[in-house]
């Protein structure tokens, strides 16, 4: 009878043993305050975080208008982002409260994993959705919709992020605490050329690379923008404004909430030892999780047809809860820029959906 549990304590004792051979070599820590707070701001993210993303897939749910090709990538985003909030930052969030990594090694790995790969598959998913606004600005397409290529390009997102997550968990690098000793991630600190030559690539392929791509599609589409308002001042003004914004609220949320974590773990990683201290790199892994509540108010809640589908769901405008209902067409304004190049006699169409 007592046998069971004598085992079971001796399996949490290893676990314990390896859970402090896993912790980081820094003597500096979060004092019992920090703790609180580091445990409060987490509960925010992942309360906050579920419940967005859990209103986006009720929308998909209810409103059949709503299942269109390229939102098949915001319904991706949004799974991503509920998965790291569910199995993610719920460890995260109990650790914090007793001030502990509480899973030993074996959970550590699984956390980090988990996380990077549902992290790479949001961001692979934002990018592939700047690629398709982008495309739809350039090239005019009088077919139906097609389920075909969005759902090669959701499945694509999640093979992108195994090809790049599972590699820790075989022996190329690895997976360890990070911070105040509360989350695990990539093993930033492990000064091996195995260890850094892992991190160069997943920098250059999941960081540096989408930055670069995401830039270039939403220029491009700044710059049709901006084609179709000096031919229609006052039809195109207002769209041009909200393309704009919605643009730099896009670039600037996705840097401001991955490129601290990046320059952090960069300099952790090839700066001298201790450089970056635990206390020091909590802010840009809380800025790194955050990036689920935010995603969702910006690709789907900026966007008119869910907001519309919104406040039918939750009765805010009597107006659309009259004339809406789950089948409404959605009013996309298109706007088409014929140029003619009369010396090549090449006839160009621009198309902009304001939707998308």
């Known amino acids: 009878m007592f046998s069971g549990q004598a085992a079971l304590n001796y399996s949490f004792n290893v676990s314990d043993d390896r859970e402090w051979d896993d912790m980081p070599t820094d003597t500096e820590t979060l004092s019992p305050a920090g703790f609180v707070v580091l445990s409060v701001v987490l509960g925010l993210i992942m309360t906050f975080g579920f419940l967005n993303n859990f209103v986006v897939l009720l929308l998909f749910c209810k409103f059949k208008t709503l299942r269109t090709p390229v939102n098949m990538l915001l319904l991706n985003i949004s799974v991503s982002d509920m998965l790291v909030c569910v199995f993610g930052t719920t460890l995260s969030f109990a650790s914090s409260i007793r001030g502990k990594w509480l899973l030993g090694r074996l959970g550590c790995s699984w956390y980090g994993f988990i996380n990077s790969c549902f992290g790479i598959v949001s961001l692979i998913s934002l990018v592939i959705l700047s690629y398709d606004r982008y495309s739809t600005l350039t090239v005019y397409n009088k077919r139906g919709p097609d389920y075909r290529k969005p759902l090669l390009a959701v499945g694509g997102s999640w093979l992108y992020s195994l090809i790049w997550t599972v590699p820790p968990l075989l022996g190329w690098s690895s997976y360890g605490l990070e911070g105040a000793g509360t989350s695990c991630s990539v093993s930033w600190k492990v000064r091996t050329a195995q260890s850094h030559s892992y991190i160069i690539c997943l920098f250059i392929f999941c960081l540096g690379l989408p930055i670069l791509a995401m830039v270039y599609c939403y220029s491009r589409l700044l710059w049709a923008v901006k084609q179709v308002g000096k031919i229609r001042k006052t039809a195109a003004r207002r769209r041009e404004y909200h393309i704009l914004f919605m643009v730099l609220t896009t ?41 689920t509540v935010i995603n969702p108010l910006i690709y789907i809640l900026m966007n008119k047809q869910f907001y519309r589908c919104f406040l039918i769901l939750f009765h805010c405008n009597q107006r659309l809860l009259e004339n809406g209902h789950s089948s409404m067409p959605s009013k996309t304004t298109v706007i088409q820029l014929n140029r003619r190049v009369y010396t090549n006699t090449v006839a160009c169409t621009t198309q902009i959906s304001t939707d998308n």
């Open 251 to 291: 670039v600037v949320c996705y840097l401001l909430c991955w490129m601290p974590y990046g320059v952090v773990a960069m300099m952790a990683t090839f700066g001298p030892p201790n450089i970056i201290s635990p206390v020091a790199s909590v802010v840009p892994s809380l800025l790194a999780k955050s990036s």
